[in-house]
């Protein structure tokens, strides 16, 4: 099986997240992993060498202002041929094209803390979320949330909550 995951190039929690859940596997001899870096930023040095260590294959594909060249994004897919995508916090739309010719799952992975989301960040988690076939959140949310209420509206079928998304074997308190 090989699993695809977008990974924003520069610092934050997606890259730690991405990170865990490879080397959290069972089944590594089969389970392929591919990462596909997107963002402005360079891709960061230890990113790279993580992925050397871990053996995971990976791309690193350059927005230019915020813009990512969407057939680049579909050609590097169609040579991979992935049967899971889990994409972090990113635009679906190349994605989801994909996964209508050859049924990939499409995993979301949402991890914009609800304090500091813009407008235009709340609309693209409605938007994503419709497309995924999982949703997956990297902390709880209170009933009294709109996220919560969102997702019990909208989507509880689909959401998954990963508690703490980091490795805390590794990353101690």
Request: hydrophobic share 40%; proline share 2%.
């Amino acid at each position: 099986m090989i699993i695809m995951q977008i990974v924003y190039t520069g610092l934050g929690g997606n890259s730690t997240v991405a990170f865990s859940f490879v080397e959290g596997q069972k089944n590594k001899k089969k389970i392929s992993n591919f990462f596909l870096f997107c963002g402005v930023e360079k891709l960061i040095k230890s990113y790279k060498d993580k992925c050397k260590k871990l053996n995971i294959q990976f791309l690193y594909l350059k927005k230019i202002r915020y813009r990512v060249n969407i057939r680049k994004i579909i050609q590097i897919i169609k040579s991979k041929k992935p049967e899971v995508i889990i994409i972090h916090d990113y635009n679906m739309i190349p994605f989801f094209i994909y996964s209508l010719f050859l049924s990939t799952k499409l995993i979301y992975v949402h991890h914009t803390p609800d304090k500091t989301k813009s407008i235009k960040d709340w609309l693209a988690y409605i938007f994503n979320s419709f497309l995924a076939d999982k949703i997956v959140l990297v902390s709880k949310r209170s009933k009294k949330d709109l996220m919560f209420k969102l997702n019990n509206i909208f989507f509880c079928k689909k959401v998954n909550i990963i508690e703490n998304g980091i490795n805390t074997k590794k990353f101690k308190k």
